[in-house]
């Protein structure tokens, strides 16, 4: 077990190297730079700038001094904000982005699983058609459409959520989790529907069944397990889904995250603070995909002795 | 049969809703079981004989009907409520299927599997239950069987799985045991060695068995009757003793004579018999056999013929009933 | 029933899929939206970057001009979610294409090489599939300064990974085969054995995940596009006049609901039709 856990930190930490360098060249050789959009400043003055955050040195150097802050846990100066650093900006909208990534998962867990069992109990009836359709509205809306519709409709004409920002308490928070939670909503309900009918026609939920144990209990002891291993071995996926969204999310609903400072960065070329989230964001990852794998160990005996 | 009997099949008939009609899998069948008696069921595959058992368990597939009686302990089988059909199941009715890699649930413990039967049906405590599953395990020789019991399916050989399904089925002493071809899927070597274990341990409660399978060699060392089936349908059945010694019906005897006898080891050539089995024969108006029959009258394609008394057996043939 | 001559596996699987109505419904749609993209604008005198004067920020008229409206500086909504629709579709399948192509022929090469070489290169695509994906697309759209290329590059860098591990698996156990033992055998090389026996023996699986690459694939360019990293105005695309559309659609809600409402229904027929080759390719899976 902790062998298992010791090779996938391992891996883990490969890739978040490889993250590291990528992302770091990728954004030196783009065109353009952190002050080439600035209005017009002196050249003086641009290169006094430039030199403050060492970007008149080779890359390679740039580089090796950028590795030699990570392994202190130093992420550097922001370029943009020019009195924050890095870890300032992610540690203000962590809290915002977590919140609703958190709720999101919850909600479509519960809801795209219930959804999934509802389908599979009741093939071809009423409910599950209608869990189909939440499904087919989830898988094919964008997240950008639904968001300013739903904005549009409970925020401007009804009037009962805000439409944006996060000053209003968990208010704020209905909208955005709901839009987040929906494609992975219609992804869980069916994944589940699928591997709860193909469970319910295993040979050994057939014999417990002729055990006598009664449907609720058959359900309980027997189906429920098998069924829901697909849907945690997608939670790790789902972690990246949610991390994706998050980001339209929050652009949509003006929600001051992580996901909002991404894009921006990226936009103005704040070569640190882009550095810090992709960090962030492989580490999550990586972080959710070992949980995966222990949670299924966990559940599947099968799996715990194979490795 | 003296005493009451322990089953009474009268007229079973199973129908399946198929996108090209209703296909009848087995057509009015009707015998008797004593208590402790056991009875050999044999056919071909598709014969409908798995399909009996399924109905008295009320484990038909869903498209599946059942019509008929099946009285068993004085009631129906086929007639009861969810409830109380899960009662019998719980405690005097098991069954043993066909393939042990995939009948037991692989993500819970094997002394778990055995136990949560008793624990529901005869209400006794989780570790009196579990003891019991151990004893139950040491009976059908698993080796270690406390250690064993705490182990997950896939940590067992198929024939200790198997094993296992024998030793959930008799834990609740059931007064009837199906077993439906317990051994197809095991290794040549250790069927027979399961069988009698199986046998044996049912002797030992006093559990009746109906005892499914296409291998006429078990039938011949294990049961005390024999039914026939084809197409759906009983051919002949009777005490094995009788059966063996002088089946009266041609489907019989062909069976019989597919079979390799140890003490005829020299006959040149394995008879067969020529065709295959038609499914759904049972919807014909004649004898399901007859396209296939050796010995096929004219009448045979028209008049279904009914089951009569012949030497030690009973059998459905127009040819012996002329003669 | 009459036998005239055996269907191929191919064959029977392509009529499974012909008769399976809402797949063949949504193929029939989506024939539609792709015809009226790409022949649609020729029917107007105008194309979607031309400004009207004299209709600017125009509501649905359909005894005008301009059908379905102009947006805020008098240019033709209908032609340019046409046009962006060009757009969309082509990167869409263009991409899921090319990401397909370089998933099979890597897969296929390491399923069949084995050993060391098929160790390293599936290890690569492990790391990679690490990487949280969007971030990747819109680093490497940034790098490539942005335009319909640089998109495209950036998604099919990114999207080449799953096919890779599906067609590696399916190689393996090919690879174990008789036939293809035969080839070699025969004295075929490495290279004629994985184009003429592994990667055609893998193309109904590449097509069952390929289709759902499509959908991916133009999701990613509409999300990219509404975050104003991938194509930028005046050229339209889905993602982009959705964007628009956000902004104005508390006065004017059809500037939102044609690109968004085209969008989802062109997601929809894909999904509908990935589904239906995975039930006519797959029975097993249901």
């Known amino acids: ?307 | ?323 | 029933m009459a036998v005239d001559r055996p269907l191929s596996t191919f064959q029977l699987q392509l009529r499974r899929f012909a008769q399976n109505r809402l797949a063949m419904l949504s193929v029939f749609v989506l024939l539609l939206i792709v015809l009226g993209c790409f022949f649609g604008p020729y029917a107007f005198p105008f194309d979607g970057e031309e400004a009207d004067f004299d209709y600017i920020g125009a509501p649905i008229d359909f005894s005008s001009p301009h059908l379905f409206g102009t947006d805020d500086f008098g240019r033709d909504l209908l032609v340019r979610v046409l046009e962006g629709g060009q757009v969309s579709l082509t990167i869409g399948f263009l991409g899921a294409l090319t990401a397909g192509g370089i998933g099979v022929l890597y897969g296929a090469i390491a399923g069949y090489v084995g050993g060391r070489l098929d160790g390293l290169m599936m290890r690569c695509v492990e790391i990679l599939y690490g990487f949280p994906y969007v971030i990747l697309v819109i680093l490497l759209s940034l790098l490539f300064g942005g335009g319909n290329l640089a998109l495209f590059a950036a998604i099919v860098f990114t999207l080449w990974l799953t096919p890779a591990v599906i067609v590696r698996a399916q190689a393996q156990s090919l690879t174990r085969r008789e036939f293809v033992e035969a080839a070699r055998a025969g004295g075929m090389t490495g290279t004629g054995i994985v184009l003429t026996h592994i990667v055609p023996n893998c193309l109904s699986v590449v097509l069952v995940y390929g289709s759902l690459l499509v959908p991916e694939v133009i999701l990613s360019e509409s999300f990219l596009s509404f975050l104003g990293i991938g194509i930028k105005e005046p050229q339209a695309s889905w993602g982009n006049l959705i964007q628009t559309g956000t902004a104005a659609m508390d006065t004017d809600l059809r500037l939102l609901l044609l690109p968004g409402g085209l969008l989802a229904a062109v997601l929809l027929c894909l999904n509908f039709i990935a589904d239906g080759l995975r039930d006519a390719f797959d029975p097993n899976d249901r």
């Open chain 2, 1 to 323: 049969m003296t005493a009451e009997p322990l089953l009474s099949l009268r007229g079973l008939t199973v129908d399946f809703r198929l996108p090209q009609g209703v296909m009848r899998a087995v057509d009015r069948v009707s015998f008797d079981l004593a208590p402790g008696e056991v009875l050999g069921i044999v056919g071909e595959s598709g014969s409908g004989k798995s399909q009996i058992l399924f109905s008295l368990m009320g484990l038909l597939a869903s498209n599946g009907t059942v019509g008929g009686q099946a009285v068993f302990q004085g009631q129906d089988l086929l007639s009861l409520r969810p409830k109380e059909l899960d009662r019998v199941r719980g405690t005097s009715l098991s069954m043993i299927f066909q393939d042990p890699m995939t009948s037991l649930n692989p993500y819970m413990r094997v002394g778990d599997q055995l136990a949560e039967g008793l624990i529901l049906h005869k209400g006794l405590s989780r570790s009196a239950a579990r003891a019991e599953a151990v004893a139950m395990l040491d009976r059908v020789r698993i080796p270690d069987a406390a250690a064993r019991a705490r182990r997950y399916p896939h940590e067992f050989s198929g024939g200790m799985r198997q094993r296992v399904m024998i030793a959930m089925a008799l834990l609740v002493r059931p007064a009837l045991l199906l077993a439906d071809e317990p051994t197809t899927a095991l290794d040549v070597t250790i069927q027979a060695q399961v069988l009698d274990l199986m046998a044996e341990l049912a002797r030992e409660i006093g559990t009746a068995i109906i005892l499914v399978t296409h291998d006429l060699g078990v039938v011949a060392r294990l049961c005390d009757r024999v039914v026939v089936l084809y197409g759906g349908r009983i051919m002949e059945q009777g005490p094995a003793e009788a059966l063996f010694e002088a089946p009266a019906h041609p489907y019989a005897r062909g069976l019989l004579q597919a079979t390799p006898r140890l003490d005829e080891a020299l006959t040149p050539r394995l008879g067969t018999i020529p065709g295959t089995p038609r499914s759904g024969g049972a919807m014909l108006p004649g004898c399901p056999f007859e396209p296939r029959c050796p010995l096929r009258l004219p009448v045979c394609a028209q008049v279904q013929p009914a089951l009569t008394a012949r030497g030690g057996t009973l059998a459905a043939c127009h040819l012996e009933a002329e003669r």
């Open chain 1, 1 to 307: 077990m902790l062998r298992f856990i010791g090779k996938r930190l391992w891996d883990g930490g490969l890739t978040l190297a490889a993250l590291v360098t990528l992302t770091f060249f990728v954004m030196r050789l783009a065109p353009g730079g952190p002050f080439s959009r600035s209005r017009k400043i002196s050249p003086e003055v641009l290169a006094n700038i430039q030199a403050a955050f060492h970007l008149d040195e080779p890359v390679w150097k740039q580089f090796a001094r950028y590795v030699w802050g990570l392994l202190h846990l130093d992420l550097g100066p922001s370029t943009r904000f020019r009195d924050y650093s890095v870890s300032d900006l992610i540690l203000s909208g962590l809290p915002y982005s977590l919140t609703i990534g958190f709720w999101a998962v919850v909600v479509a867990s519960l809801v795209g699983v219930s959804l999934g069992i509802i389908g599979a109990l009741r093939r071809n009836q009423p409910a599950d058609y209608l869990a189909g359709l939440i499904g087919v509205v989830g898988i094919a809306v964008p997240i950008f459409v639904i968001g300013p519709l739903c904005q549009l409709v409970f925020g401007l004409k009804l009037g009962w959520l805000p439409v944006g920002g996060s000053g209003q308490g968990w208010r704020s928070l209905v909208l955005p989790v709901l839009v987040l939670s929906l494609p992975n909503i219609a992804y869980i309900s069916r994944l589940t529907r699928s591997s709860m009918i193909e469970t319910l026609r295993e040979n050994y939920v057939r014999t417990a069944r002729a055990k006598g144990l009664g449907g609720g209990r058959v359900l309980r002891a027997h189906v429920l397990r098998g069924a829901l291993l697909p849907v945690v071995a997608y939670l790790g996926p789902a972690t990246a889904a949610i991390i994706t969204g998050s980001i339209l999310i929050e652009t949509v609903f003006a929600v001051p995250g992580i996901g909002r400072h991404f894009v921006d960065a990226a936009l103005n070329r704040d070569y640190p603070l882009v550095m810090g989230i992709t960090l962030l964001y492989g580490a999550l990852l990586i972080f959710f995909n070992i949980g995966t794998d222990l949670l299924r160990g966990w559940m599947d005996p099968r799996l715990r002795h194979g490795r």
